[in-house]
């Protein structure tokens, strides 16, 4: 099988081709070594980062933006948005704050990226 990738690890954006069903691939195209990593990481567990937000009560504005502190199985992602979602905090709620720890037993917490005074 033929799979052709857009490397996102420099500004480079190399245009990568992966061949073969399974491992080792045949993976040509990248200019470091960086995007060879990247591409067998995408062939064999795709990884992801999640910026979101969580409701405040009582702050300055009405919702937080957090993120998560290392990225999570791409198959998570929805798992892991649903218990985002359950997170609501009373201001305020200050940068740095991890508002779910080991989310879901992955190895990531969530995290507040901008602090929210209170009214």
Do not use: W
């Not at 996102?8 to 061949?19: K, L, S």
């Not at 064999?44 to 980062?49: E, F």
């Not at 992602?77 to 609501?88: H, L, T, Y």
């Not at 080991?102 to 009214?119: D, F, H, M, P, W």
């Amino acid at each position: 099988m033929l799979r052709t990738f857009t490397c996102i690890m420099c500004p480079q954006g190399c245009e990568i081709t992966a061949e073969g069903s399974e491992a080792p691939y045949s993976i040509t195209g990248n200019k470091c070594k960086r995007g060879h990593e990247y591409v067998e990481q995408e062939l064999v567990n795709p990884m992801r980062n999640i910026a979101t937000s969580i409701l405040v009560e009582g702050g300055e504005m009405p919702l937080a933006s957090v993120r998560l502190s290392a990225p999570i199985p791409k198959a998570k992602i929805f798992d892991v948005m649903n218990e985002i979602r359950k997170v609501k905090r009373t201001a305020p709620v200050h940068e740095g704050e991890v508002v779910i720890e080991n989310v879901l037993g992955l190895g990531s917490n969530v995290i507040v990226t901008r602090t929210v005074e209170a009214e």
